[in-house]
């Protein structure tokens, strides 16, 4: 169990979209690892900061078929979004394959904003355009 601002943070966490159509269950034994921003054409927009969690540590436990995938530039990640609500809830990362990075928005109870100082990635100049 860990604590992020006055919230403590379960070993497994439910995160959803904002109209609730997709429910993800979340493993996150450590609490949040990674928080980031990311300044790539798609993260700017979104504005979202995202932590890290390996891919058998998210489970769709409901909402599967209002989920719609994004992909772009080298389609190697790959975005999901609700296509309801239009909120972005996970992404296979492009620089960590076995990792999916999360809307730490999107977690229940959890406020972004207490995180305190977040790290902006270069994703404009991305690693893996080299």
């Known amino acids: ?42 993260c700017r927009r979104r504005g979202a900061i995202v932590g890290s969690v390996a891919l058998d540590g998210i489970k769709i436990i409901k909402g599967a078929e209002h989920l719609k995938l994004y992909q772009f530039n080298t389609n190697t990640a790959k975005h999901y979004f609700c296509s309801n609500c239009g909120i972005y809830t996970h992404h296979q990362r492009r620089s960590s394959p076995n990792e999916y990075g999360f809307n ?6 959890v406020n972004p904003f207490d995180i305190g100082d977040v790290v902006t990635n270069d994703g404009v100049n991305h690693p893996a355009d080299r």
């Open 104 to 109: 730490i928005g999107c977690l229940e109870g």
């Open 1 to 42: 169990m860990k604590v992020v601002g006055d919230t403590v943070i379960q070993p497994f966490h439910k995160a959803t979209c904002h109209c609730g159509a997709v429910e993800l269950e979340l493993s996150l034994p450590n609490g949040i690892e990674k928080p980031r921003r990311c300044d790539c054409s798609i």
